[in-house]
């Protein structure tokens, strides 16, 4: 049995009003008027005063005007993906979208003459999901499938039939360079080859994602048109999912080749989406912004760009891309203790997931990776190289992004949060500790799963990911989308967890007896910005969640505020506003089970006590659960001793916190 205590300082001065177990309805839209009448106005309100809606289809019979908690997976790859299908998967985006909604799908031998084992679904369907599989090689993958085009019989083509890691290679080598360059033995000097062909998968992936959506009154599952955007700048994650809004999209995706960077891709997707198809809507989802050795996020490290020209360019990635995705299968991107420039206590639940540290081997204090300098980009993170920069995190970019909007009058690092799995194998949502079955075909196999790799983000200290949650008026395309825009969304490491998170100036002490009402009457939720700050006090927050019922119960809430102080340093501090901060409990290595404080639900009023009116800040939730068993102890735990893979004696940690964050609430002084 290992017994844990969480030990957190009292904080003087902190203000909670009420903790509470609660019925938590639905949240409220952000249209409505605030006020005391602002609930029995939106009970009444028309549909079409909801959302905008975009194409046809039947009205939803779930539809709730105080919002409903959706969850979902926005980060899927199938056999369309040029590092899945050389690895033996082939599964369709069809089948991802079958998985997604509870049914089964077949995943590829792991050793030569295997079978192929067929697998469904643990836990509940998702109500949502994008297949966004890399569009750089739907040229590649279709021509050197067809026996009749010009590229089958090249050198390239057989190597990619040939299949393995080396096929990725071949695919992936001219991306890394500057001017990235497409293989032309398959797609001829010019790349039109590839191009034409590319339009073969993109119209099956629409297809695929039209089939599979629900239209019916029912609403019982939604799929987005959806790619991935696979830059790739000296081995560092430069990638991006691309959502569509619905079925009107360019001719192609946009891809590196056309669009090697962050600007580019806006640009186009301005020029062939927004202004060049009607009815067209997008939104960009950066990831792995961990792995990313500062690169992702590059103009927020050079401190240079100012000027009308970069308040524009502000001003557009905030509206292009509002959402960041915060966890998945290659760890957190949250937080990581120790980054120079960001003023704040550590934070023991930086080190959950966070992959950095895993890879140098643990304990990280024997081996820790190295920071970036000032201004400074590294190279080869996603190979466990490189710096570390705080922009690679959640924390840190937030901090970054009121620092850039202090300059320019625009804070183009707005973003809400979200998370995914980031699957290569179909398995959409696929995040139960208990049966996950790896993010490659090797790592379906147990031993294979338990096994460290020094330079992939495979295998021992990678992780199942997580969910994406939206709260929306109805499970459609036009009332998720909307959700995803306005920022009204959660990150989850997997599990069903419904954060709840208002901002105002004003809530009562009993605001938690009627959450939605009072929450949106007397401010905004998740996403938004502070409302004009009144005379005098500080802010107030409404900090609640329900526990996933499936999952451990929940130990806490917490508040992170993150500020810009009078002489631009970035600032952060953890508070405890529900639930157990200070507690003793156990857990069962051999059982996995709990023995200490948890609730069902937790509520509270939240005062920053230490509110400064002339300071930028945000502010976001977090939820954590009691402990729980982690997936690499939890299956080898399943097996008999003797059946257990020797890889089951390893240097990952026994026992996790599952969390849920809720996305940030804004502050910005008159």
Not at 4 to 31: E, H, N, Q, T, Y
Not at 377 to 393: E, H, P, R, W
Not at 642 to 657: G, H, L, T, Y
Request: with cysteine; charged share 25%; hydrophobic share 35%.
């Amino acid at each position: 049995m290992l017994v844990m205590k969480s030990v957190f300082a009292k904080i003087p001065g902190v203000v909670v009003w009420a903790a509470l177990s609660c019925s938590c309805a639905a949240i409220a839209p952000r249209d409505i008027a605030s006020g005391p009448e602002a609930s029995r106005q939106l009970a009444a309100m028309p549909a079409g005063r909801l959302l905008r809606y975009t194409e046809e289809r039947e009205p939803c019979a779930n539809r709730n005007p105080y919002r409903n908690a959706y969850f979902g997976d926005l980060h899927v790859h199938t056999s369309y993906s040029y590092d899945a299908r050389p690895l033996g998967v082939t599964t369709l985006p069809s089948d991802a979208y079958r998985f997604a909604r509870g049914g089964e799908i077949t995943l590829p031998p792991y050793a030569e003459g295997g079978e192929t084992k067929t697998v469904r679904r643990i836990g509940p369907p998702l109500d949502f999901a994008a297949v966004t599989d890399h569009s750089e090689f739907f040229g590649e993958l279709a021509l050197c499938a067809d026996p009749d085009s010009a590229a089958y019989a090249s050198r390239s083509c057989d190597a990619i039939r040939k299949g393995g890691p080396t096929a990725i290679l071949v695919l992936v080598r001219g991306l890394s360079r500057d001017i990235p360059e497409r293989s032309q033995d398959i797609c001829g000097e010019d790349g039109r080859r590839c191009l034409d062909a590319a339009r073969t998968y993109w119209e099956r992936t629409r297809e695929m994602a039209e089939a599979a959506y629900d239209r019916s009154s029912s609403c019982g599952f939604t799929s987005f048109v959806a790619y991935e955007h696979s830059a790739t700048h000296d081995n560092n994650s430069y990638h991006r999912n691309v959502i569509f809004r619905n079925d009107q999209v360019p001719e192609l995706p946009i891809s590196t080749f056309e669009a090697p960077t962050d600007q580019e891709l806006f640009d186009l997707l301005t020029a062939e989406c927004l202004e060049g198809v009607a009815g067209c809507d997008v939104l960009s989802i950066p990831h792995s912004s961990n792995l990313s050795s500062g690169a992702l996020f590059t103009a927020a490290v050079d401190g240079s760009d100012s000027g009308q020209g970069a308040t524009v360019a502000a001003q557009r990635r905030n509206a292009l891309e509002p959402i960041v995705e915060i966890f998945q299968h290659k760890g957190s991107a949250e937080c990581f203790n120790g980054l120079p420039g960001i003023l704040g206590g550590p934070d023991e639940l930086c080190d959950m997931e966070e992959l950095r540290r895993y890879y140098r081997g643990l304990p990280a204090e024997d081996n820790p990776p190295p920071f970036c300098g000032e201004g400074e980009t590294g190279m080869g993170a996603s190979l466990n190289a490189g710096c570390v920069s705080g922009n690679d995190f959640y924390r840190g970019i937030l901090l970054t992004g009121l620092q850039t909007g202090r300059r320019l009058g625009a804070n183009p690092y707005k973003f809400g949060v979200i998370g995914s799995t980031d699957t290569h194998l179909s398995m959409s949502g696929d995040i139960d500790e208990r049966g996950w079955r790896g993010h490659t075909v090797s790592e379906t196999d147990l031993g294979e799963r338990l096994t460290p790799s020094p330079v992939h983000p495979i295998g021992l200290y990678t992780n199942p990911g997580g969910l994406a949650g939206v709260w929306a008026v109805e499970n459609s395309r036009d009332a998720l989308f909307e959700a995803l825009k306005r920022r009204e969304v959660f990150g989850t490491t997997g599990p069903r967890i419904k954060p709840r998170f208002f901002g105002g100036w004003n809530y009562a002490d009993g605001a938690c007896a009627a959450i939605a009402e009072s929450g949106y009457a007397g401010g905004v939720p998740m996403g938004g910005d502070l409302p004009a700050r009144p005379s005098g006090g500080a802010p107030r927050f409404i900090v609640a969640a329900e526990r996933d019922q499936r999952s451990a119960p929940l130990l806490r809430l917490q508040v992170v505020k993150g500020w810009i102080d009078e002489s631009d340093r970035a600032h952060y501090k953890v508070f405890d506003v529900a639930g157990d901060p200070d507690s003793v409990g156990s857990i069962d290595l051999d059982a996995g089970t709990w023995k200490g404080p948890g609730h069902e639900s937790l509520c509270a009023v939240f005062e920053d006590p230490e509110f400064d009116p002339g300071q930028s800040s945000y502010y976001y939730m977090r939820a954590v659960e009691a402990p729980s068993l982690r997936w690499s102890w939890r299956q080898c735990l399943e097996l008999p001793v003797d059946q257990r893979p020797a890889q089951c004696e390893n240097s990952a940690p026994k026992v996790i916190r599952e969390l849920a964050w809720a996305s940030p609430i804004w502050y910005h002084p008159e």
